[in-house]
């Protein structure tokens, strides 16, 4: 199976700040790749897929980027509704996995 | 509006069965693939089975291969997960999610449903 591995596993940041995320795959996945945001206690969402694409009503502070193996997840000013843990998942080739995901605290 | 809403969590003991549910609306039911996706009581999260539009492909976690079956019904706009041989690292909140796909690939979940948990304790 395909191994993704994000890091930090947690970060504290404030309001405000630039936050980037990264996920590697274990082998190329090309483009096939999402991330999702989890508050507690709730469902994931999605904010990104084919690796870059912003998904419909995500605000445009939240971007990808990556291909192959390496791949970035970049909020450019966090809000405090961004406080949450961030998850990337490859859907290349089965089965599919995710990255054991990263809490972004308030600091 | 898309809505998912999973039902028939419980607990259930090691080695028991269950039924999860998922009743969609707000969407074509039909004409989408659908997923089932796990997360362990503070763990992260786990894809867990895909099941196409008629329900004749399946995939699933190798985890999970030839205990669980994914299934749905079209007319009724539901999906289905079918639990045997339940383990405690079963336990876990089920969620289910719509999965849009783009020739080719790539593949996205969206949306998810609230989730309902399974307990596999004695």
């Known amino acids: 199976a395909i191994q993704m591995t994000q890091s930090p596993s947690s970060l504290s940041a404030s309001v405000g700040d630039r936050v980037t995320i990264t996920c590697r795959a274990s082998q190329g996945i090309r483009d096939d790749l999402g991330w999702y945001q989890q508050k507690p206690g709730k469902a994931p969402k999605l904010l990104i897929y084919a690796a870059s694409t912003l998904q419909s009503g995500v605000p445009s502070r939240f971007s990808g980027s990556g291909s192959d193996t390496d791949f970035t997840l970049t909020i450019s000013s966090l809000q405090p509704e961004d406080f949450a843990t961030y998850y990337c998942?490859?859907?290349?080739?089965?089965?599919?996995?995710f990255g054991q995901g990263t809490k972004v605290e308030i600091k | 509006e898309v809505q998912l809403v999973e039902s028939g969590g419980g607990l259930v003991q090691p080695g028991g069965s269950l039924r999860v549910s998922c009743a969609a609306s707000g969407l074509s039911f039909s004409t989408y693939w659908m997923s089932w996706v796990r997360q362990a009581p503070g763990k992260g999260l786990e894809w867990v089975a895909n099941i196409n539009q008629p329900g004749n492909e399946r995939y699933y976690l190798d985890s999970v291969k030839g205990r669980f079956t994914v299934s749905r019904d079209n007319a009724k706009s539901s999906l289905y997960l079918e639990m045997n041989s339940l383990r405690a690292e079963d336990t876990a909140v089920y969620y289910c999610a719509r999965l849009l796909m783009a020739a080719g690939g790539p593949n996205w979940f969206d949306p998810w449903g609230q989730g309902t948990l399974v307990t596999v304790s004695s």
């Open positions: 998942l490859q859907d290349n080739i089965y089965p599919w996995t």
